[in-house]
């Protein structure tokens, strides 16, 4: 049987072809989905840490150190979407929990943007990678260790002594949540 200038079999064998590619893209979507933690349902957090001022070292052609000086008790994090959740964490637990799990940042350092103020009102930001935290609570001090990524260097105009500091740390880490 013919409707219009379409047979009935060519109709039925394209929504058949049209099932099969939508069940192969949405098999695509979710293996690409689990690989990412987005199915688990565990969200992925963003953490955002501060301090009044901070420096920053050369330790070789492709090491920094990074001194955040008077920096916050806590620590910002925050999942993307669908989760959308926003909550606090100390400093202690934080860099308690750097060398825990499978892929902890112990084994996988976590990148950051690491934005700065210098004295004269300056705003750099650098893509960096993070590496053996040390945290003074007495002092409210916290030390990294760094590496520039792609392989750039930090300008040596870049005075001693910074003002504000901001990290927002890309973790793509699993953080205990308790769903509060």
């Not at 690989?35 to 349902?41: E, I, N, P, Y």
Request: with cysteine.
């Amino acid at each position: 049987m013919k409707i219009g200038r379409v047979s009935i079999s060519s109709l039925i064998l394209s929504i058949t072809l049209i099932v099969i590619c939508m069940s192969f893209m949405l098999t695509i979507v979710y293996a690409q989905a689990s690989q990412t933690g987005a199915a688990s349902g565990t969200p992925k957090f963003l953490a955002i840490q501060h301090a009044a001022m901070g420096s920053v070292s050369e330790i070789n052609s492709t090491s920094y150190s990074l001194q955040l000086d008077d920096i916050s008790n806590k620590i910002i994090l925050f999942s993307d979407r669908p989760n959308r959740i926003v909550q606090t964490q100390t400093v202690d637990n934080f860099i308690g929990n750097w060398t825990r799990g499978q892929d902890s940042f112990q084994l996988n350092p976590p990148n950051a943007a690491l934005v700065m103020l210098t004295n004269n009102n300056k705003e750099d930001v650098f893509e960096i990678e993070l590496f053996n935290p040390i945290y003074d609570k007495n002092q409210k001090s916290l030390k990294y260790e760094f590496n520039v990524l792609d392989n750039t260097k930090i300008p040596s105009e870049i005075p001693e002594k910074l003002g504000k500091i901001a990290l927002v740390i890309d973790s793509q880490w699993q953080l205990a949540y308790s769903g509060n």
